[in-house]
């Protein structure tokens, strides 16, 4: 069983499209994450999430919007795509206010042409 | 604010050899997480190691240890025993009370056979 799940794992589209990509965690953690890798391999915090508190990078544009329907899931939202946002996006989950490590999924390419 | 760096973005190991890759990193929290997590060519974040700041001894996972030297805000992860599945991109990420993962640039590890 996987235990954080991304979908899809390629994503090709055109500038000012919007999509989404999904996450799902059956982990029970109570915290999920964004996290965005470049083109340089440098990862970085977009969101942090848990049923009590929202937390955004102050850095991360307001086209970028996560939905979380329940504990196990936190979509990503991106309205107008540009060609920076390409990236790979990475969904992590965590037990906040433990010492566990964040487990990952396997990263959405995002490629925006 | 946090701070992690990488000073190696590569880094080479004959087969059976032993490496350590360097990282220091700098938080202005009292409490907080350190890790070491591998990104093999397959994308997925594996985590290695982790050590918690509290804590003197240093972690230890089979091939892999860490010199945790809190004064110096330093944590480097030696790999023992190299083996050719221990190519990847290594990243140390901090955590601080939020659990928000900080990474650095990362270190491209070959081993060679």
């Known amino acids: 069983d996987t235990a954080v799940s991304q979908t899809p794992k390629y994503l090709v589209t055109q500038m000012g499209n919007d999509k989404s990509i999904k996450c799902e965690q059956n982990?029970?953690?109570?915290?999920m994450y964004w996290y965005k890798q470049d083109s340089k391999k440098f990862l970085k915090i977009m969101f942090s999430?848990?049923?009590?508190?929202?937390?955004i990078n102050e850095t991360v544009p307001n086209r970028f919007s996560p939905k979380s329907p329940d504990k196990a899931h936190l979509n990503l939202h991106i309205n107008s795509l540009e060609l920076g946002d390409s990236a790979v996006y990475f969904c992590?989950?965590?037990?906040?206010?433990?010492?566990?490590?964040?487990?990952f999924g396997q990263g959405t390419r995002l490629t925006v042409v | 604010a946090q701070t992690v760096t990488q000073s190696q973005p590569e880094m080479s190991v004959q087969e059976a050899e032993t490496v350590t890759l360097s990282c220091t990193y700098d938080?202005?929290?009292?409490?907080?997480?350190l890790f070491w997590y591998k990104q093999p060519p397959s994308r997925q974040m594996i985590l290695v190691i982790r050590?918690?700041?509290?804590?003197?001894q240093n972690a230890t996972e089979n091939r892999f240890s860490v010199n945790f030297q809190k004064a110096a805000k330093s944590f480097s992860l030696k790999i023992s025993d190299s083996q050719l599945g221990d190519a990847a991109m290594y990243f140390c990420?901090?955590?601080?009370?939020?659990?928000?993962?900080?990474f650095g640039s990362g270190t491209q590890l070959t081993v060679l056979p």
């Open positions: 938080t202005s929290e009292s409490d907080y997480y």
């Open positions: 050590q918690e700041a509290y804590k003197q």
């Open positions: 999430y848990n049923n009590k508190e929202l937390i």
């Open positions: 990420p901090v955590a601080g009370s939020a659990r928000q993962l900080t």
């Open positions: 992590a989950s965590s037990l906040q206010g433990t010492d566990t490590e964040a487990f």
């Open positions: 982990l029970g953690h109570d915290t």
